[in-house]
Each structure stands twice: as C-alpha cells, then as structure tokens.
C-alpha cells in the first residue's frame, strides 16, 4: 500500500484557516485520497475524500495537486473543536485491501 | 451515515483472563472489518483483516492465537484477548468498510479501552 507522510504537528489559531499538507508521491491511479481525524480516547472519524479533482464538503475542503503526488486538507476557520490528530491515507476502492495508517498531523487551535 | 458500534468502551481485567470485544455495523452489512491497536501517543496499528465467513489475516508480528478474531455475520466481529497481560493494554479499535458507496469510505468504531492489571 502507498504510503503518505504528513508533518508531525501544526498549529493554527481559532477562525483562521488551516492547511494541513499530505505528501503521497507513490500513488497509484485508482487509489481515492482520504483523510480522516481522530479526538482524543475515540476512533477516528471521516472528514473527506476524492480522486483528482478539488473537494468541499460542510467539515473542510481537498486541495489534490494536478500531479496527485501531494494534497492539502483545508479547515476554512478552525475551531478549538478541530483539535485532533488528522491522517491522510490511500484507498484502493475495487478490492478490500487493509488500511494502514502513518503518523497524522496533531493539530493544535490556540484561543 | 453509516455507524459502527464497539462494546465494551472501556474494561480492566486480570492477568490471565480473556476479554471479548465486540464490532457491529448497524445499517449496513460490513464483509470486511479491521481490528487496530492504538498505544498512547502513537498512531493505529493494524491487528488484522476481518472477513465475514472465513479466518481473519493478521499482521506479521500478531498472534492470531492471542487475538482471536470471529466474523461470524455480516455485522458482527469480535476480538478476545485471550490471557490478557499488562503489555496487552491498549485502546483497540474496528472500522468497516461500507459498501454503500462505490468509494468505500471507512467508518471506525469509538474504540475499547483495555487495561490489564
């Protein structure tokens, strides 16, 4: 499985945007880019995904580079509520191949 | 959207015992599960692959006959911790993947935290 590497840790103060980058120069063509995020002592939780083309829905929007090595999570005013560990991962839809998941980014909000 | 359920949340036992924790996919019909293990601080290891009807495939390195894992229904799996021993604490989670959509999003369970005394 292509493997992904994010920066160990960022922060951002509340309101403002956040980009959260994602480096996956082995992609393959059919893998869907993920992101998913985890709070503290729970599981992790969706929060989007696409496949080349840029992506918005109401929790962040998927910046995806025209070459797909590389990808950009953007929260468009962070929250002290949007302080988790964020993954990004790859997925091959067509099987059912297992998910391994690298360090995510812990994201810090400051007041 | 989809959910997953895990039970227990959280459960402290004995050395020695054997501890079941259970993953149910409530509104879909889950043929493939994971079980991770999270230790403090770290990201999600991958135990094993789940797969309704047959035995599960285990990472290099986990005990299959430590980590028993039974998908016996399209929306139940359960991992026991058999002999449980203080290195075996840690906050164990399962996803499913949906079939729902054609991208197969992964939908995870709120994770079990387990602690060995």
């Known amino acids: 499985d292509a493997k992904t590497t994010q920066p160990n840790s960022m922060e951002s103060n509340e309101e403002e945007p956040v980009h959260l980058p994602c480096n996956h120069s082995t992609i393959s063509g059919t893998d869907y880019i993920h992101w998913y995020r985890q709070l503290p002592s729970q599981g992790p939780e969706y929060v989007i995904h696409g496949l080349t083309s840029n992506v918005n829905n109401r929790m962040a929007s998927l910046a995806i580079a025209e070459d797909r090595k590389s990808s950009t999570l953007i929260l468009h005013r962070a929250t002290l509520r949007d302080a988790a560990v964020y993954y990004c991962i790859l997925r091959d839809p067509r099987g059912y191949q297992k998910v391994t998941f690298g360090t995510g980014t812990k994201l810090q909000v400051i007041p | 959207g989809a959910v997953v359920s895990q039970h227990p949340s959280w459960v402290i036992c004995k050395s020695g015992t054997s501890v079941k924790i259970e993953c149910r996919s409530l509104?879909?019909?889950?043929?493939?599960m994971f079980w991770y293990r999270q230790f403090p601080k770290q990201s999600l290891m991958l135990m094993a692959t789940?797969?309704?009807?047959?035995?599960?495939?285990?990472e290099q390195g986990v005990e299959k006959d430590k980590f028993l894992i039974n998908h016996a229904s399209l929306t139940l799996s359960t991992l026991t911790v058999t002999s449980a021993h203080p290195e075996d604490s840690s906050f164990y989670i399962c996803s499913a993947i949906t079939p729902l959509e054609r991208r197969e999003k992964l939908f995870f369970g709120s994770g079990t935290q387990l602690s060995v005394l």
């Open positions: 509104d879909f019909q889950a043929t493939t």
């Open positions: 789940s797969n309704e009807g047959s035995k599960a495939t285990y």
